[in-house]
């Protein structure tokens, strides 16, 4: 099966061209490197001495987005910043060329069953399998936009859209990842789904992502309810809740840094 990448020794992976785009075909797009960073720390939790956590889950991971990330070999390495038995911080270091790139931060917290007070949040969208596709790549560019199945939910309106977005294709050739590792490598997605302004005129990047989860996602799907604001000095923000087949599993945001392109007209 193709992959977003290919392991080239213990903390390197080199990206196929399923990872380019969207704001530069010869960058990453930070998509799948995203889903890459929790696959390498859901092996350094393995890899421990003492094992991972017991009954531990991510629960919320941050990626700091440091500078471009060029569609280059990347190595990734990860250390447990505070070690506990029901609450843990760890953090990945993504270099390419030498260069640090991302940082990213986990907190891993114990599970217990709280079904006797579970509750809130949004209701569960329409099922996927009961919308028509979108291709996302008449709009952006790259290989990673060209990948992905994407269906509205909703009619889409500038800064604002719901939409599915699944993949065939794997993560890491020949391993096998945990779901919220591919879970997570489809939520940057969200930034391009709800566009206010044409990308081909004004560039919005996001700079971070934070993703906060009150429930571990299952399955194929990954749901985006986005919302894209605007303020009036050059910044945004891109607010997501994150769904699976069965209702919202948490919250995704972005900041977007907003300027027009060089050669667009606003």
């Known amino acids: 099966m193709d992959s977003y990448f290919e392991r080239t020794a213990e903390h390197r992976y080199r990206p196929t061209h399923h990872v380019s785009g969207a704001w530069a075909t010869d960058e990453q797009h930070f998509s799948p490197l995203g889903g890459l960073i929790v696959h390498?720390?859901?092996r350094h939790l393995a890899a421990r001495p003492d094992g991972p956590g017991s009954g531990m889950v991510l629960s919320r991971v941050s990626f700091d987005i440091?500078?471009?990330l060029a569609l280059d070999e990347c190595e990734i390495q990860v250390e447990t910043l505070r070690p506990g038995r029901t609450i843990e911080l760890i953090e990945a270091t993504v270099?390419?060329?030498?260069r640090p790139v991302v940082r990213a931060r986990a907190w891993l917290l114990t599970t217990l069953d709280t079904g006797a007070v579970a509750g809130g949040g949004a209701e569960p969208l329409t099922p996927p399998d009961a919308l028509a596709p979108w291709a996302m790549s008449s709009l952006w560019p790259g290989g990673f936009i060209a990948s992905l199945d994407s269906r509205p939910v909703t009619p889409q309106r500038p800064g604002r859209a719901t939409v599915w977005v699944s993949t065939g294709v794997g993560l890491v050739a020949g391993e096998e990842t945990s779901p919220l590792a591919s879970y997570v490598a489809l939520v940057d997605t969200a930034n391009g789904i709800a566009v206010r302004q044409s990308p081909t005129a004004w560039m919005f990047p996001n700079v971070d992502l934070t993703l906060h989860f009150h429930r571990q996602p299952e399955g194929r799907w990954t749901g985006l309810d986005?919302?894209?604001?605007?303020g009036p000095t050059g910044q945004g923000i891109t607010s997501t809740v994150l769904h699976d087949l069965s209702g919202p599993v948490g919250h995704a945001q972005q900041i977007l840094t907003v300027r027009p392109q060089p050669d667009g007209a606003p």
């Open 40 to 42: 390498a720390m859901d």
């Open 95 to 98: 270099r390419i060329a030498g």
């Open 66 to 68: 440091l500078g471009r």
């Open 226 to 230: 986005t919302t894209v604001t605007f």
